[in-house]
């Protein structure tokens, strides 16, 4: 298994009333924006506050990004300044549970992790929030224009048959 590119591991020991500032590194930024397939991440940044009760480890706080991302109509560059509530329950693996599994959860609900061992990583856990965050069908301003010239280029199966049948056969003789 390899490294996460925005690792931040900390013992689940280490968590108990603690507030958190996790910033990505440019070279953290490049790496994930090409997993998430953006043009580019300019900052990544999450305030946490961290509480242990028992095992679990909550973290709530927020999650500011500045990214750029292509329009899902014009591929046009997309600036986004992103600033969201993040609210984790990082809970211990359960031995023989299914992670395929279906769980019926709350929206309210925090999102639940489960951590093998006596570690969480909470930058992976920052880097997938920031994942769920970006609208895949986000369009820009040029969108429009870029669907009605799609739209004139395209021509109808009544068209494309009536062409067919207006060309001579070929063979013939």
Do not use: N, W
């Not at 440019?26 to 095992?55: H, N, Q, Y």
């Not at 990082?90 to 309210?108: K, N, Y």
């Amino acid at each position: 298994m390899s490294t996460p590119e925005f690792s931040r591991v900390l013992d689940v020991r280490q968590c108990d009333r603690r507030d958190v500032v996790l910033e990505a590194t440019p070279e953290e930024c490049a790496a994930l924006a090409e997993r998430f397939e953006l043009v580019r991440i300019d900052s990544l940044k999450a305030t946490l506050s961290l509480t242990r009760m028992g095992d679990e480890v909550h973290a709530d706080g927020t999650i500011t990004a500045r990214f750029v991302q292509s329009c899902a109509v014009s591929a046009e560059e997309l600036p986004v300044s992103l600033s969201e509530p993040v609210a984790l329950r990082f809970v211990p693996a359960r031995p023989g549970t299914d992670a395929d599994e279906d769980l019926e959860i709350d929206s309210d609900d925090p999102d639940e992790i489960e951590y093998p061992g006596t570690s969480i990583d909470l930058g992976e856990a920052i880097a997938q929030s920031l994942a769920l965050a970006i609208d895949p069908f986000a369009v820009g301003p040029e969108a429009e224009e870029a669907r009605a010239r799609l739209e004139a280029t395209r021509s109808s199966p009544f068209d494309v048959l009536a062409s067919l049948k207006s060309k001579p056969k070929g063979g013939d003789a």
